[in-house]
């Protein structure tokens, strides 16, 4: 009649009809989007009353659009990228130190967030550009930064952004290459006086 083994036998052969039929678990790599690079060109950017400087032909560029925006403040849209270089220029009027003082805290303002910061200073007495690059890493909200003045009339600032949440991993190929054409524009300022 009720034979109970017969339903275990039943219950176990399910069970082990289903172990069988799966296979094991094996977890997979991290995978990050593919980022199509642009070609490295760039073309001169001549429309401001203080500088000039090369930048690349992906960038569009428009002025700063916040409150506060003074001129010479510039936005570098890479938008195909999803980054964005805020430059702000100054005119330097016995308030160098001052400047440095502000740039230098701003930068270290991300070391809640950062493992390290590198400064990597720019000395170009020829063409009068003096400044300093930071490199922020970790997760930070703006993995470069710079300034640049020729230490008497002019003082330009720049921060790189990102469009997207601060993942050090899947970005620093791209902060690579932005910081490539960063390091262009500042080799590639001139001065107007």
């Not at 980022?35 to 401001?48: A, I």
């Not at 703006?142 to 990102?162: C, E, I, K, M, W």
Request: proline fraction near 6%; charge should be negative.
């Amino acid at each position: 009649m009720n034979d109970p083994g017969r339903y275990r036998r039943g219950w176990l052969l399910l069970l082990l009809a289903g172990l069988l039929a799966c296979d094991p678990y094996t977890p997979k790599p991290t995978g990050y989007l593919r980022v199509d690079y642009p070609e490295k060109t760039y073309h001169l950017y001549d429309e401001q009353a203080h500088f000039q400087f090369e930048v690349p032909d992906y960038a569009d560029l428009h002025p700063h659009q916040s409150r506060g925006a003074e001129e010479g403040w510039l936005d570098v849209d890479f938008s195909g990228l999803q980054a964005t270089l805020h430059l702000s220029y100054k005119e330097v009027d016995g308030n160098l130190d001052d400047y440095i003082a502000d740039s230098r805290a701003l930068a270290y303002k991300h070391t809640v967030k950062a493992a390290g910061i590198d400064e990597s200073p720019f000395l170009d007495p020829v063409d009068r550009r003096f400044g300093m690059v930071y490199d922020l890493k970790g997760d930070v909200a703006s993995a470069v930064q710079f300034f640049l003045t020729d230490s008497t009339r002019h003082f330009l600032r720049g921060s790189l952004y990102f469009d997207c949440a601060p993942n050090r991993d899947s970005l620093n190929p791209v902060i690579r290459f932005l910081r490539e054409d960063i390091v262009h524009l500042i080799e590639t300022t001139q001065w107007k006086y």
